[in-house]
């Protein structure tokens, strides 16, 4: 038996000696190798998708920080308003309820036009003297609000406030309707108990008026209620995510919660409707409701799971009455985490490859001195005394330590390489991204400054040249001409609107290379009764209702005439477009804040809400391409901006347009304005 099994051994130990050296190196190698790759594949699949969704978190709570803002600036843009009204009902001197009787009208449309849903007006003890919702009645205490009785104590302020239906029954119609919330069953959320919610959420400023003997004599407050009210989310919603889908379906979301319920959101349920009823998970109404701290992770939204952030809504008295949530489909991340893993595996397979066939043609001529060494061990040991093996040895042995240093060099840079590409794989396709649209924009806008470019050259020569025959020409009609000839005040007109016409090509080519200007005080009313004059006898003019409203003793504004012109014409001109030559078109002047104003309306037909934040780019037009380039308000805006004044525009689609120039005061003027204001304010 001993034998049978030294005989047994002695058979696989001569298997394993015909085995060569360089096919067990290379095994060895290869388990090495496959270990080291799949354990280094899995640790980078682990990176990238650790990286991805950390990325998806951050860009939810990001996006959460910019909600907040245009929530707080929403908020801000209702206590200017009411605050503006108080300071207006201040200084004028009237008894509180005969201003608010006198200014009715015009607060209706003002709420309507700011899309306010409740109005009204309190006296000193909160009870409430009028109401600008048609409808409505007045005589109840407004005084439990927090933010009324702030304003009570003489402090303008706005925030976040629940009223209940009672309340919003006296506040307007239909607000009482569009509060009322039923409670849809939500997977992942209780119910509360709750099967219809009444109560509204609403928006809320309050501002103070005071009487001449600087007590306060009532209030003026506003809101907008929050239930149903879809304009907030998505206009959140467009800032954010730009109506950016994933598979048919919204990338992000954005929600108003009163309490643990959805009141106002941009989730659609898959059987079709807003999730307005739903409510909020337990794990995000545990923390933030309950807890009132902010929430940001992963979390089961509706029907689908979001990478979400969440922060609570405090009232003024500093209770938590709501939610404020923004959130992106864990989906649209997941799928881009599997392709990048799927990508990476890829790689490291071909790398895997590549390098059994580098390695196998190294490894053959590595070991070929090892193999000599063996072949001249096997003579010696057959008494071939007098062949010897010299100094190999030593040097197979440094050549093998190299060898594998090498191979362990190579592993250790394929996997940096790896781990280096996987976790920046995802800011070069954003960055690649970017700069593709990048490209784009500037293509486009080099395609269109090409066209300006043409059109001021062909104006500069086909215009200029007749302009300069007709200056020459008449300027020799003009000498030829006696003193007292009736027509010399015409002549000398053409000679100056001639000139004019000069300035504005000169305006125009000057557009891009942003030419010096020659300021001096200009007189505004005579500013725009000149642009009005030039365009008054045209045809299009004709049917135009103009009226006009110039504040007296208006100070002059620091401008130069010409270009001052040259704005008001271009805005005029609009707006007789606007009407299609037909309509009423009012024109003001005022002092507002140390600059002087122009204000132009006209009962056209409008802007769009989506469009008017463009009116002002370069190329942007509504008019269609045959109506010109889109190049008038821009011109115009670079203008008043040159000058260090502003151009604002207001719109109501199918009402009209209303644009303000504002353009600063001479200094002489403005250092005796404010020299007037410090003599009143120490009188």
Known sequence: MPRVVRALGSASLRRLRRISLQARLIGSYLVILAIGGLATSLVGSWIVSSTIMDEAQRRAERNLSTAHTIFEDEAERLRQTVDLLAREASDSGEDLVAWSRRKSPHLMDLRLESGFDLMAITDASGHTIARMVPGTTAGDDAGGSALVRAA??????????????????????????????????TPRAESRGRSVSTDGLVLFAAAPVVDPGGEVAGTIYAGVLLNRNFAIVDRIWDVLYRGETFEGNPVGSVTIFQGPLRIATTIELRRGGRAVGTFVSDVVGQTVLAEGRPFGDRAFVVEDWYRAAYEPIRSPDGDVVGILYVGVLERYYAQ????????????????????LGVTYGFMGNTLRPVREMAVAARRIAKGDLDHTIGDVGVGEVAILGEAFNSMLESIRRMRADLETWGSTLEQKVEERTQELFDMQSRMARADRLASVGVLSAGVAHEINNPLGGVLALTALTLEDLPADDPSRENLEEVVRQAERCKRIVKGLLDFSRQS????????????????????????????????????PDMPPVMADDSEVQQVLLNIILNAVQAMDEHGRMMVRTRRANGCGEVLISDSGRGIPHDQIDRVFDPFFTTKGETHGTGLGLSIAYGIVAKHGGTISVESEPGKGTTFTVRLPLAPSFLAADRESASLNSVS
């Open 336 to 355: 881009l985490r599997n392709q990048v893993i799927l990508s990476f595996f890829a790689i490291a397979g071909l790398g895997f490859l590549a390098i």
């Open 152 to 185: 009570l104590h003489g402090t303008s302020a706005a925030g976040v406030e629940v009223l209940p239906s009672t309340r919003l029954a006296s506040e307007g119609l239909g607000l009482v309707a569009r509060a009322r919330i039923e409670a849809l069953a």
């Open 516 to 551: 010096a200007n020659s300021p001096e005080p200009v007189a505004l009313d005579r500013a725009v009764e000149r642009a009005l004059g030039l365009v008054a006898s045209q045809a299009a003019f004709f049917n135009i209702d103009l009226q006009r409203e110039y504040e």
